[in-house]
């Protein structure tokens, strides 16, 4: 990290000066590990990225520089959203994962969409249950199952997100075939995280009807 320009001090991030109170305007935007003085790594301490959000808002909140002019004020808001921006990627392990495969250049989401053969096997079984929950409504044996998938989403989620850690851990080369692999993976994580709010809808559903009779 380099020193702040206006009293040098060593920064903790590329927004603003925590000694002097300067915010600053890199150009061009610094990568999410940047605002955070991170190297960008799948790894991330989620506890450590927490204490570091609150310490590094309170540079750079706008409420700290309501008193100061329209440029000034604007900055802060600029640089408090960047800040916000970095800590929704850096904290949630698939939107990290998807970073990292866009930097080291590999396929976006729409350019390969399929997951790997196994997964697309328990696919068919949860849509099963869905659509059973659908048509049947959300009665005691449809919660039931309902509840059992949600578990067993969950589950599979965190295999998925610890898959992914070893995939990126180390990082693979600029362009790897490898990164193919790693999208596929993360496809898997959307469609989990997709089913489960699914699943979240057809409970508020069964909880509304129940309040309604």
């Known amino acids: 990290?380099?020193?702040?320009?206006?009293?040098?001090?060593?920064?903790?991030?590329p927004l603003g000066c925590g000694s002097c109170g300067a915010l600053l305007a890199p150009s061009p935007s610094p990568t999410p590990f940047e605002v955070f003085g991170l190297v960008a790594s799948f790894?991330?301490?989620?506890?450590?990225?927490?204490?570091?959000?609150?310490?590094?808002?309170?540079?750079?909140?706008?409420?700290?520089?309501?008193?100061?002019?329209?440029?000034t004020r604007?900055?802060?808001?600029?640089?408090?959203a960047l800040l916000n921006e970095a800590y929704a990627v850096l904290a949630d392990p698939g939107a990290r994962a998807?970073?990292?495969?866009?930097?080291l250049g590999g396929p976006k989401?729409?350019?390969?969409?399929?997951?790997?053969?196994?997964?697309?096997?328990?696919?068919?079984?949860?849509?099963e249950v869905l659509d059973a929950a659908?048509?049947?409504?959300?009665?005691?044996?449809?919660?039931?199952?309902?509840?059992?998938?949600?578990?067993t989403l969950r589950a599979q989620r965190a295999e998925v997100v610890e898959q992914l850690g070893r995939m990126l851990?180390?990082?693979?080369?600029?362009?790897?075939?490898?990164?193919?692999d790693v999208r596929a993976q993360l496809n898997s994580l959307r469609y989990i995280d997709r089913?489960?709010?699914?699943?979240?809808?057809?409970?508020l559903d069964q909880a509304t009807s129940q309040g309604t009779k």
């Open 134 to 151: 659908r048509e049947a409504g959300v009665g005691t044996r449809e919660r039931a199952a309902l509840a059992q998938l949600e578990t």
């Open 74 to 80: 604007e900055a802060a808001e600029r640089a408090s």
């Open 169 to 180: 851990t180390p990082a693979p080369p600029r362009n790897s075939a490898a990164l193919n």
């Open 43 to 71: 790894d991330v301490d989620v506890d450590l990225l927490k204490r570091r959000l609150l310490k590094l808002s309170r540079i750079v909140h706008p409420d700290f520089f309501a008193g100061g002019d329209a440029a």
């Open 195 to 203: 089913t489960l709010e699914q699943i979240a809808a057809l409970k």
């Open 1 to 13: 990290m380099s020193a702040c320009p206006r009293c040098s001090a060593q920064l903790e991030t």
């Open 109 to 127: 989401e729409n350019e390969r969409r399929e997951m790997p053969k196994a997964f697309l096997l328990d696919v068919f079984e949860w849509n």
């Open 98 to 103: 998807d970073w990292l495969v866009l930097a």
